[in-house]
């Protein structure tokens, strides 16, 4: 099947600081991206959609400018949590499409605000 | 408005019996269905999918689903569960209607198969 990886897996940041994550399809071009986070024990909450070259749709209640979604190219969205608080930190799963039935998932990003 | 409703939070079974995690979906017109699994840490795996065809969908590692229109449900199954079957189960649903691909997920079911 189609691969996503996404990176980095963990990061711990300090309080104020930005952090990128990356999701790239390896094998497929992706037309459209997906954002999602997710709390202990809980489902994935949609963040945002992306489609490649155009801006990000986000989800009622998701802050656009604390969240920036990038989707420069058919292989490559970066999520970029801006002035990160301990209260964003959670695990984040991107997921990548090519126009077929199938999703394909990254193996998440495990975000720790100190 | 697209939903999909998983009753169980936990389900636990004994390794070697069989094992059904409910799915019951709400959604306009006609879905597609999906279960995805998820152990510690990782996102989502892919088990199987139903489009149209035959109702009984089988998939990865011998799980099966059976789609039900009349009882709006795709409950996953495995005639005999293991031991590493133990992860995090969601069932999504997206809408034929919907350009971008749009998932809606259940809350999940955690699984615990016990040797």
């Known amino acids: 099947g189609a691969v996503v990886s996404q990176h980095p897996s963990w990061v711990i940041c300090k309080s104020g600081t930005s952090v990128k994550i990356e999701c790239r399809s390896l094998?497929?071009?992706?037309?459209?991206m997906f954002w999602y986070r997710q709390f202990p024990k809980q489902s994935l909450m949609l963040m945002a959609t992306?489609?490649?070259?155009?801006?990000?749709?986000?989800e009622q209640g998701v802050e656009k400018d604390k969240f920036l979604i990038n989707h420069a190219s058919l292989t490559l969205s970066t999520l970029t949590v801006t002035s990160a608080h301990p209260e964003d930190s959670s695990f984040y799963i991107c997921?990548?499409?090519?126009?077929?039935?199938?999703?394909?998932f990254g193996q998440g990003t495990r975000l720790t605000v100190v | 408005a697209q939903s999909v409703a998983q009753p169980e939070d936990q389900v636990n079974v004994a390794e070697g019996n069989p094992l059904t995690v409910k799915c019951t979906y709400s959604?306009?017109?006609?879905?597609?269905l999906f279960w995805y699994v998820q152990y510690p840490n990782r996102g989502l795996q892919f088990l199987l999918k139903?489009?149209?065809?035959?109702?009984l969908v089988k998939g990865s590692y011998g799980f099966e689903a059976e789609f039900n229109k009349s009882q709006t449900s795709f409950h996953l199954k495995k005639p005999s569960a293991l031991v590493s079957d133990s992860a995090l189960y969601f069932c999504?649903?997206?809408?034929?209607?919907?350009?971008?691909?749009?998932?809606?997920f259940g809350r999940g079911t955690q699984l615990t198969v016990w040797p």
């Open positions: 997921s990548a499409r090519s126009g077929g039935w199938e999703a394909f």
């Open positions: 094998d497929f071009q992706a037309t459209t």
């Open positions: 139903y489009i149209t065809g035959d109702n």
């Open positions: 959604v306009s017109g006609n879905p597609y």
């Open positions: 999504a649903v997206r809408d034929r209607g919907s350009t971008l691909g749009r998932l809606y």
């Open positions: 992306s489609n490649e070259g155009s801006k990000a749709t986000y």
